[in-house]
């Protein structure tokens, strides 16, 4: 089955400076790549997705980029706010629908001000 | 207001009582799903329904069980829980047409002693 690999852990910024998050996945079939950021207390939302078709899908701060070849996606978040401050995960699926996302470890991230 | 109702929130309980985490969305939503959330692990899809009547099992289905009598509900049904269960759980729906993204609940957390 599906393995997502998902680095760093832990990620610690300055107010303002970008943050990266990298993810690695087995099934080449994958062709669904979302990330959710979840906040204390609260469930996954959905940020940003991207489609196998697409190399890089970019909304206002955020930006993912995926390469096919090497089987790896990666959640850029630029001018980083202490809003920013959470855990995110990304996740893959086969088939358009997504119906079955395979998670990674999940990143916590920390905006300092 | 279009949402994942999980309840109850929290639970302390006991090995080998049963219990049931009920889950209702309001969307119309086809598909549903049940995660379990563990540090280090991500979510791991427990189970999912299709639709009506229609279930099957996610990466970790031993010790759960589901139903999908009615399309809003979803409950998730732990006949003898073990200790090994305490975890954060997520319940999930998605719009059945293809590249829905899911839309999770804000989650329940169970204490099984």
């Known amino acids: 089955g599906e393995n997502v690999e998902q680095h760093p852990s832990t990620l610690s910024v300055q107010e303002g400076d970008s943050a990266v998050i990298k993810c690695t996945y087995s099934?080449?079939?994958?062709?669904?790549f979302p990330w959710y950021k979840q906040e204390l207390g609260k469930g996954p939302q959905l940020i940003i997705d991207i489609r196998s078709n697409v190399g890089e899908k970019k909304d206002q701060r955020i930006a993912v980029t995926l390469n096919k070849t090497a089987k790896h996606f990666s959640l850029h978040i630029t001018e980083t706010q202490p809003e920013d401050s959470a855990v995110y995960f990304c996740?893959?699926?086969?088939?358009?629908?997504?119906?079955?996302?395979?998670f990674g470890g999940g990143t916590r991230v920390l905006v300092k001000p | 207001e279009a949402q994942v109702t999980q309840n109850p929130r929290y639970l302390i309980t006991v090995t080998g009582k049963k219990l049931t985490v009920t889950c209702s969305q309001n969307?119309?939503?086809?598909?549903m799903s049940w995660y379990r959330q563990d540090p280090g692990l991500g979510l791991r899809q427990i189970y999912y329904s299709m639709n009506v009547e229609v279930t099957d099992k996610g990466d970790v289905p031993e010790g759960y069980k589901v139903s999908r009598k009615e399309k809003r509900n979803f409950p998730l049904i732990l006949e003898s829980p073990s200790p090994n269960q305490t975890s954060l759980y997520f319940c999930?729906?998605?719009?059945?047409?293809?590249?829905?993204?899911?839309?999770f609940g804000d989650g329940t957390r169970l204490s099984i002693l």
């Open positions: 996740a893959a699926s086969r088939g358009a629908a997504g119906n079955k996302l395979t």
């Open positions: 999930a729906s998605r719009n059945g047409q293809g590249g829905q993204p899911q839309h």
């Open positions: 969307m119309n939503h086809e598909y």
């Open positions: 099934d080449s079939a994958s062709n669904y």
